[in-house]
């Protein structure tokens, strides 16, 4: 059963860092093609991409380019979001995704991603 778990969640404060990881499992991150993305939703707002990651490309939303990296390991079947330089209006609830196949390249649209974890909350207060 293909299931993807975020953690790594938690307090921290304004320039502070923090690790996420998306842990897959049901399918290989080594031999698997599709993108994965990391997401978030901060009360009130809409859902919005952050960064994703495929065979093909890395993508970094603006708000969050030379911030934050993304990253997987294969022999963990695992994602990273790393965050750096945190900020106040990073805080939300953070998802991992996994995209449709039939994209070449990840995306930051949610559409076409289909697989969603539980999400993991980033509070970022001092």
């Known amino acids: 059963q293909l299931q993807l778990v975020e953690s790594g969640g938690g307090l921290v404060q304004p320039g502070g860092s923090l690790r996420l990881s998306c842990g897959a499992s049901?399918?290989?991150?080594?031999?698997?093609?599709?993108?994965i993305g990391w997401f978030r939703q901060a009360p009130g707002k809409e859902r919005e991409g952050v960064a994703c990651?495929?065979?093909?490309?890395?993508l970094y939303e603006d708000s969050v380019k030379g911030r934050f990296t993304i990253s997987r390991d294969s022999a963990k079947n695992t994602v990273y979001l790393q965050m750096n330089s945190l900020k106040p209006e990073d805080t939300a609830v953070y998802f991992c995704?996994?995209?449709?196949?039939?994209?070449?390249?990840?995306?930051?649209?949610?559409?076409?991603?289909?697989?969603w974890g539980q999400g993991t909350q980033v509070t970022v207060s001092s």
């Open positions: 990651i495929s065979s093909a490309n890395t």
């Open positions: 995704a996994l995209q449709t196949p039939k994209y070449a390249y990840c995306s930051t649209y949610d559409h076409e991603y289909v697989y």
């Open positions: 049901g399918f290989s991150l080594d031999t698997d093609h599709r993108g």
